[in-house]
């Protein structure tokens, strides 16, 4: 799912910063994925304390808005060139997951807060709402984006396939490994 979502990025105008751990394995990542990308390894900590990091890094590299895209969904380009479109004109966005996550979260420089990602239950249904409560508390207004399934379990990934969202990809891996 990591080279698809790649693929479909890799036709965008935009920087492309890939976060991964565990740090010893750069030269892996680098090699697995190509050089065609800004490499980081993950802070210690919570998801919230990831995506944190990677706003701020992101933005101390001059960066004027961030897209934080999982990669456990399924998104084209067109849906990531629309998202990345619709930052230039709001403060914020977010793409909330069915499973009461989000697949996707997007700031301006200027609109972004670290408080967004503290005191979240990460991997629990209210992550979502906590998140539209935290952007509330702090009157940054959010433009929330199409519901969407990511894929955490084999259940969601059969789900996915029924739905034909699978990318070629991806399914010749199942198939490798005998899970189709």
Excluded at 10 to 17: C, F, V, W
Excluded at 20 to 43: C, I, K
Excluded at 136 to 145: A, E, R, S
């Amino acid at each position: 799912m990591v080279e698809y979502l790649l693929h479909e990025l890799h036709g965008l105008s935009a920087n492309i910063y890939v976060y991964f751990s565990p740090p010893e394995q750069e030269a892996n990542v680098r090699n697995w994925l190509g050089p065609n990308n800004t490499y980081h390894s993950q802070v210690e900590g919570n998801l919230g304390e990831k995506m944190h990091q990677a706003f701020r890094n992101c933005f101390e590299d001059s960066c004027d808005s961030v897209l934080i895209v999982g990669s456990d969904t399924i998104l084209k380009a067109q849906e990531l060139t629309s998202f990345l479109k619709l930052l230039e004109k709001e403060q914020a966005i977010v793409g909330p997951s069915t499973d009461g996550g989000y697949y996707l979260i997007g700031f301006q420089k200027t609109s972004y807060f670290a408080e967004i990602f503290q005191g979240i239950e990460w991997s629990t249904p209210q992550v979502f709402p906590d998140t539209l409560a935290k952007f509330q508390k702090q009157g940054i207004p959010v433009q929330q984006l199409v519901s969407k399934n990511d894929i955490d379990t084999y259940e969601d990934l059969l789900e996915n396939n029924k739905e034909n969202q699978l990318p070629e990809s991806c399914m010749q891996v199942l198939k490798d490994f005998s899970l189709f």
